[in-house]
């Protein structure tokens, strides 16, 4: 073995060495244990065993297949890893959701349930050819799912690294050292002739991802490296003219199709009729007219009842209320002082009034 090969085992091996402690620090020592970290413990421990297999096997081409086996089936649940990382820092995840657990449960499932019906030492020429492609193809996907989760944070830091906190610089560099490891493995499969070059960038690269871990262990900076702001879609704001027209179309709506006469309207459902969101149409109803969803709706309440009640409709004041769409007497009657400044009983008594 020539003295570059004993660099680059050097670097290989206790690259994956300290994965290996880091990922099990993270799963089960963690002093703050929450799911980003178990999620990064997992990441850490699929890298070191991908990379430690290359690496005992790159100086040892006649390990037992075995081996060879369990390196390809950890390198299936590097994606996998990495994305469910990155969800739960980006959103704030504390609690693993059920789906989530079948989705990890389906992914184990396949890895031992193909290992022992399709073994590497039977089907080598099987694995080689198709089933070490399908796992690459499953990394790459579940890298591209990452990337989208953290397209705001990196055009954040594009345009100005300032604006991005520690915590959104660790994630884009946990991010940026999985890609190009993926690179350098997946030209090291797919073009033999780079598997020197790109072997040993990929160690290398991995050794100084677990530098950078550690780096942030001994100086304490860890806890708060997994407490990212959850990212929010940026919500459209309604112009004036477009505001006019949807509110338009809200008030024909709601008078054609009686939707007030709903006791249980949301703000969502009527949002829906009018192809609108709820904050938007929450912003027309208080920007354009000037009320909030409650007082908007009643409004056509009290408006109905009034009708009603002049046509001398034979049902009494209290099914009247129940009839617009009120679920309850005092809330007609509230709502109906606040409008008309009076009751409804009294309202109806002067219509009798004014007609005799």
Known sequence: ????????????????????????????????????????????????????????????????????????????????????????????????????????????????????????????????????????????????????????????FIRDRTATVPSEKWLLSIFAANVIIFISFSLALFFGKFYNTYFGGALVFSFGLYSMILMYLIKGKADGLFYVKPLKKPVRQVAGTDASLVLEKLNHVMTAQELFKNPNLTLSELAKSVNVTSHQLSQILNDSAGKNFTSYVNGFRIQEACRMMEANHPFSVEAIGYEVGFNSKSTFYTSFRKIKSTTPLLFKEGLANTAT
């Open 1 to 156: 073995m020539n003295e570059g090969k004993y660099i680059l085992f050097f670097f290989g091996a206790l690259g994956a060495f300290n994965g290996l402690i880091l990922g099990t620090y993270f799963v089960f020592f963690f002093r703050k244990r929450n799911l980003s970290s178990f999620f990064l413990g997992c990441l850490l421990l699929a890298l070191s065993i991908r990379i430690g297999k290359s690496v005992f096997v790159y100086f040892n081409p006649e390990l037992p297949k075995i081996y060879l086996q369990i390196g390809l089936s950890a390198c299936f649940l590097i994606g996998p890893a990495l994305y469910y990382f990155v969800r739960a820092t980006t959103q704030q995840i504390n609690d693993l959701p059920s789906k989530w657990k079948w989705q990890i449960a389906a992914l184990v499932g396949v890895i031992f349930l193909f290992g022992i019906l399709v073994p590497y030492s039977t089907y080598p020429a099987v694995w080689n050819k198709y089933v070490t492609r399908g796992i690459y193809t499953v990394w790459f996907i579940y890298i591209l799912a990452s990337g989208a989760l953290l397209n705001e944070i990196f055009v954040r």
